[in-house]
């Protein structure tokens, strides 16, 4: 719900609402032209209990569901031995209709990144429970191996992996990342216009040009209020965030913390 407020604020703008007023918008309501909000959920539709859980998919689209008028897209990753069955069934049909005049047989599609939304053509009745059968596939990028490489121990790290299954749906020219545990306000959201002055002062017009590849946003852990254990993570981020981060940029040894 917070990366909305993003949206909000965006659509304030003035060059904003005279692009909006100019451009033709055929989705989301008009929100799809200043950005995309998209949710990288890697244990979305999978069956094995340890992974992921039908509650917990519910619990995603009816989120999507309440906040359908922004123009909010889920990225998946799809392993067809791990789906299920209602999921295989979703992408194995938008394989055969995208890919009709390519060689590609679904059965040898295992892995894809997949990004869904709610069909904004499907009808849904007053009180209906938002189901699978209501998502509509948009891209499918078949892979040829899982979204983690490696096993046990030595496989690769979780938020990484969902980040770069994201970052193969982003269409903007600014890439936001922010984890799910981070709350955003409408008064952080309104740093964003300046944020984005600071990649590209104003006197530059060349959008190739730009001070910054990389920008530290700052994070507000909401589950700070849950628990000691949450507020002992949300201080220990904090201080990350804050003291260390600044020491390693006095050594220009600052890299991408996630967000």
């Not at 909006?20 to 244990?43: C, R, Y």
């Not at 990225?75 to 005049?101: C, P, W």
């Not at 946003?217 to 909401?222: A, C, P, S, T, V």
Request: with cysteine; net charge positive.
């Amino acid at each position: 719900a917070g990366a909305v407020r993003y949206h909000e604020v965006l659509g304030l703008i003035p060059s904003v609402q005279k692009h909006q007023k100019s451009a033709t918008m055929e989705h989301f309501n008009g929100h799809g032209e200043v950005g995309q909000l998209i949710l990288a959920h890697q244990t979305f539709g999978k069956k094995d209990s340890e992974k992921g859980s039908e509650e917990n998919d519910h619990a995603v689209l009816q989120m999507m569901d309440r906040f359908k008028q922004w123009p909010i897209v889920l990225v998946i990753d799809y392993d067809r031995q791990g789906s299920r069955r209602q999921v295989n069934h979703l992408v194995e049909n938008a394989i055969v209709t995208m890919f009709k005049d390519i060689p590609l047989k679904r059965a040898v599609t295992r892995y894809a990144s997949v990004m869904v939304q709610l069909s904004p053509t499907r009808a849904r009745p007053k009180g209906h429970k938002v189901s699978y059968q209501d998502l509509q596939v948009l891209e499918v990028l078949p892979r040829r191996h899982p979204l983690l490489a490696g096993a046990g121990n030595f496989k690769t790290q979780g938020k990484a992996g969902n980040q770069l299954n994201a970052l193969r749906f982003a269409g903007g020219h600014y890439i936001q990342m922010m984890d799910a545990n981070m709350g955003a306000s409408f008064s952080e959201a309104c740093k964003v216009p300046f944020i984005l002055r600071t990649f590209q002062p104003s006197n530059h017009t060349d959008r190739r040009t730009v001070r910054f590849r990389i920008l530290g946003f700052r994070e507000f852990i909401f589950t700070e209020h849950h628990g000691m254990v949450g507020s002992i993570m949300a201080s220990a981020e904090s201080s990350f965030g804050t003291i260390c981060q600044r020491f390693l940029a006095g050594l220009d040894v600052r890299m991408h913390y996630g967000h």
